[in-house]
């Protein structure tokens, strides 16, 4: 029986030892849950709560960059459709006013060219003009010595019918004239 009261009593002790040895382990493990609380899972919960924050933040700021990118292309697609809207009207202008100065240019032109025109004409009136005056007098002074010379050869001796004829025949060149 001293065995079988040993073996009890070792079993009992060994119980006792275990539940000791179990209430030691569940003791430490409750210290290191409440130390891991304090120093890790608080630190932990905070750092994942930061990088969550952190990625909602990249996130957000993400999204407000391609809203601003968004923005900033239609404003440049504006931009370059009202470039392309003042391109067109400048150029429309710009061959409006060319138009414009080559009628000015060809009306120009053509003013210039009948003042030429009336000019030459009044130019040819006034050479004709000044022709007909110039042969009129040379024809007179050829007639004049052509008279002379007939007058010199047919009249030489008598001087008062030469004068008459000289002065008959200055009457009748003025009164052409």
Do not use: C
Not at 2 to 14: D, H, I, K, W
Not at 40 to 56: F, T, Y
Not at 131 to 154: G, S, Y
């Amino acid at each position: 029986m001293n065995l079988t009261y040993r073996a009890a009593e070792g079993v009992a002790e060994s119980n006792h030892l275990l539940l000791a040895n179990m209430i030691v382990t569940i003791v430490v493990f409750l210290l290191l849950l409440i130390l891991l609380k304090k120093f890790a899972w608080g630190p932990l919960v905070n750092m994942m709560k930061a990088r969550e924050e952190h990625v909602a933040s990249e996130i957000n700021s993400a999204e407000k960059s391609r809203k601003d990118a968004e923005v900033y292309v239609e404003q440049q697609q504006a931009e370059l459709n009202k470039a392309r809207t003042e391109a067109r009207d400048l150029l429309e202008a710009s061959r409006r006013q060319a138009e414009a100065e080559q009628a000015r240019a060809m009306e120009q032109a053509r003013v210039e060219t009948e003042l030429s025109k009336e000019e030459a004409r009044r130019a040819i009136e006034r050479e004709r003009a000044e022709a007909q005056a110039a042969l009129k007098n040379d024809v007179a002074l050829q007639a004049i010595a052509a008279a002379r010379h007939v007058m010199k050869t047919q009249l030489a001796t008598d001087e008062a019918a030469q004068r008459a004829l000289v002065d008959q025949f200055l009457a009748d060149t003025k009164g052409t004239n």
